[in-house]
């Protein structure tokens, strides 16, 4: 059964970094689109960024773009993000699923919280 561990949440200042990590099991993760999503207070989860597997082409939210890179390692099992010049709007629960626009997965990991705030 696959599993995504969402890691590297934390308070951040406006304007500051942080890279989160994902790391999958039970799926064939190099044969799979992955992508990250959010969820801040009182909202739908929303798509933030996602990667193809050989060519590892990328999209972005248009809020986020600029601002975030995703990124994989394979052999890792394992999907990043790093966020830079965050802002208090990217305040928010950050999970990740297989998927290019869509997850793939039902159930969803415990997410990782990203707070930004001065």
């Known amino acids: 059964q696959e599993q995504l561990v969402e890691s590297g949440g934390d308070l951040v200042q406006p304007g500051g970094s942080r890279r989160l990590s994902c790391a999958a099991s039970?799926?064939?993760?190099?044969?799979?689109?992955m992508s990250w999503y959010r969820q801040a207070p009182g909202k739908e989860r929303e798509l933030v960024a996602a990667i193809t597997t050989v060519r590892e082409t990328t999209n972005y939210a248009d809020s986020v773009k600029g601002r975030f890179t995703i990124s994989r390692d394979n052999a890792k099992n394992t999907v990043y993000l790093q966020m830079n010049s965050l802002k208090p709007d990217d305040t928010a629960v950050y999970y990740c699923n297989a998927g290019w626009t869509q997850p793939r997965f039902a159930s969803w990991g415990q997410g990782t919280q990203v707070t930004v705030s001065s």
């Open positions: 039970g799926f064939a993760f190099s044969n799979s689109a």
